[in-house]
């Protein structure tokens, strides 16, 4: 990978999106980050992923020196991988938290959107300006804005192309938390780190239900949570749970991700 790398230490993987100046999203970043989508959803050390673009910018959005020229027909070829990268983030079976300092704009606001929690410092600075360029969001800005901040306010959002300060975004839960820019790494690394010794399989199962019921209707999803409450009782930690609540009471059982 050219532009991500993947750092674990105690069952938290940061990954680092690194791509000087401004962490421009490009087709080889794209690339990049499904990749390691799919080496952290199978890693087995991994429990949690901070997802984080530095100090300075989170992103600042894709690369639009590199689509500049290209036709429909070009973005209609290219396209999918436009939305795959952030789709394969937001699919990774783990609790995702996106640690954001500075500018996460278009794709870069695409990305952190991509992922459970948002912990954002205290000067961050999200939008979706992609109209200001004669075009709109196409790595999910529409869908998972909308469901995360409501109809009306990603409408706002969206069509004006205007920036908005963390106080706002906290305010209307666009970010779970705001910290002081120095402090967004390591509350995001604490926060994802209470998961390393999680039961990953119920934690899993309740992202499944969670994602996957938001796009249904309720009677579909509560089918969903249902099989997914059944299977998780063919699980060891399932057994290690219960055996250490019955024998010696809530929150003193050890899981081991089986």
């Known amino acids: 990978m050219e532009f991500v790398s993947i750092d674990v230490t105690d069952g938290v993987a940061v990954l680092r999106l690194d791509r000087p100046k401004m962490n421009a999203i490009s ?7 499904r990749e390691a989508a799919a080496e952290l959803g199978e890693r087995d050390d991994v429990r949690a992923v901070v997802l984080w673009g530095g100090g300075r910018v989170f992103a600042a959005g894709n690369d639009v020196k590199e689509m500049a020229d290209l036709s429909y027909a070009d973005m209609v070829r290219v396209s999918t991988s436009v939305s795959s990268a952030t789709t394969a983030l ?17 794709g870069g606001c695409e990305l952190a959107l991509s992922a459970d929690l948002r912990f954002a410092a205290e ?34 959002i969206i069509f ?15 970010v779970d938390r705001v910290v002081p820019p120095e402090k967004v790494l390591e509350e995001s690394v604490a926060y994802a780190s209470q998961f390393s010794g999680a039961a990953a ?14 796009e249904v209707d309720l009677d579909t999803g509560l089918e969903i949570e249902r099989q997914q409450f059944a299977a998780v009782f063919a699980t060891e930690d399932r ?4 055996t250490s609540f ?13």
């Not at 057994?239 to 219960?242: A, C, N, P």
């Open 27 to 33: 087709v080889q970043v794209q690339a990049d980050l």
């Open 90 to 106: 937001a699919r990774i079976p783990k609790p995702v938290i996106a640690a954001v300092n500075g500018y996460a704009l278009g």
């Open 123 to 156: 000067d961050a600075v999200f939008g979706q300006p992609e109209v200001l360029l004669g075009i709109i969001p196409g790595a999910g800005g529409t869908q998972r804005l909308t469901r995360l901040v409501g109809t009306a306010k990603a409408k706002d």
């Open 160 to 174: 004006t192309g205007r920036f908005v300060k963390a106080d706002e975004a906290l305010r209307i839960g666009l």
């Open 201 to 214: 399989l119920a934690i899993r199962a309740a992202k499944e239900c969670i994602d996957r019921g938001s």
């Open 239 to 242: 057994t290690r749970g219960m």
């Open 246 to 258: 019955v024998e010696s009471g809530p929150g003193k059982a050890t899981f081991v991700g089986r």
